[in-house]
């Protein structure tokens, strides 16, 4: 975690710098011809929809890890990206229903990728409460890892919803059937920053996250070596 400590700072500034660049790109993007200014919602949307699942593979990762190497950093990192990827998620519900209102003349439609992202986040949500539930730390570090990996079969559905199922969703920004992004132009560059931006703004509130539980944990710690003491 002493590393974690020591890169905080100059991610956060990085993070800032290509923040701004990415908003100052947005607003000088040109205006879709058919979504207007609508469009520049999609420079938060998309990247956010890509943290949330970015997240959760991330969650994935470190709750396998725990369950075979009974890792603390492990499960330190698992429940610091919880809330991180809670947050994206929530945004990008926010922001879709934003984009869909002027799009689709409705701020929701039970689409198969809006409601596997609903699901998502319920996920996020259900953990958190999970983890809190459970006074035993090390029964919620394995109740939660456990829910976790079950949960990732919610990640597939999201990514190919709109090729399984018919959508009123748009095809993927990136990563699509042909590999390559469905936004061009002079639309892309701001998208990159921004997802790029994104990344960055993820691994650093991680990093916060993650030092907010390891102290925490040690606080819970003194607290219960001076019961004893007092015993």
């Known amino acids: 975690m002493n590393f974690l400590a020591r ?36 420079y938060a949307h998309v990247p956010s929809a890509k943290m949330s699942l970015f997240c959760y593979i991330l969650l994935t990762i470190s709750s396998i890890i725990y369950l075979v190497k009974k890792s603390e950093t492990a499960d330190i990192i698992a429940e610091a990206t919880v ?30 990728r809006l409601t596997s992202m609903l699901v998502l986040l319920i996920l996020y949500m259900g953990l958190m409460a999970l983890r809190s539930s459970l006074e035993e730390p090390l029964k919620a570090a394995r109740a939660t890892a456990i829910l976790a ?24 920004s990136f990563g699509g059937s042909s590999g390559n992004p469905s936004i061009t132009g002079d639309l892309l560059p701001p998208l990159v920053v921004m997802a790029v931006a994104f990344i960055l703004m993820g691994a650093y509130m991680v990093i916060v996250k993650a030092r907010e539980v390891v102290a925490l944990r040690q606080l819970e710690e003194l607290d219960i070596e001076r019961m004893e003491e007092n015993d």
Request: glycine content about 10%; proline content about 8%.
């Open 7 to 42: 890169i905080q700072r100059p991610l956060g500034i990085i993070t800032l710098l290509c923040l701004g660049a990415g908003i100052w790109l947005v607003f000088n993007a040109p205006l879709d011809f058919q979504q207007g200014n609508s469009v520049r919602i999609l």
């Open 83 to 112: 809330p991180v990827g809670a947050a994206f998620t929530a945004v990008t519900l926010a922001s879709g229903s934003l984009w869909g209102k002027p799009m689709w003349g409705t701020w929701w439609a039970w689409d198969a």
């Open 149 to 172: 990996i079950i949960g990732a079969v919610d990640l597939p559905i999201i990514h190919y919803s709109v090729v399984w199922w018919r959508t009123l969703h748009q095809p993927p």
